[in-house]
């Protein structure tokens, strides 16, 4: 399976990566930094859709946001969707 990001979004760079790799960190602490830099490119854009800061959103928008991309998904194709999985 290809799990590479399109071009138009990518959740972690390569300078990022790599930083991460070079870490002291140990394999599944690596993997969670990832997760959690990405986790926070998904939550800017859940705040900008929404115009406001990410501070400020809360549980049901972050659902509300997932609900409409799979929903895009389904319905336009993985292109269309800001997720592309």
């Known amino acids: 399976m290809d799990f590479q ?4 979004t990518q959740f ?8 991460v ?4 960190l140990s394999s599944p602490e690596k993997f969670l ?3 959690t830099i990405s986790s926070l490119r998904v939550l800017q854009e859940i705040a900008k859709e929404n115009n406001i800061a990410v501070e400020e959103l809360t549980t049901q928008q972050i659902i509300a946001w997932f609900e ?9 194709g993985v292109e269309a969707a ?3 999985w």
């Open 68 to 76: 409409k991309d799979g929903k895009i998904r389904r319905e336009k």
């Open 33 to 35: 930094t990832r997760l």
């Open 5 to 8: 990001q399109q071009p138009t």
């Open 82 to 84: 800001f997720l592309k």
């Open 12 to 19: 972690l760079s390569l300078e990022e990566s790599a930083k």
């Open 21 to 24: 790799d070079a870490a002291l």
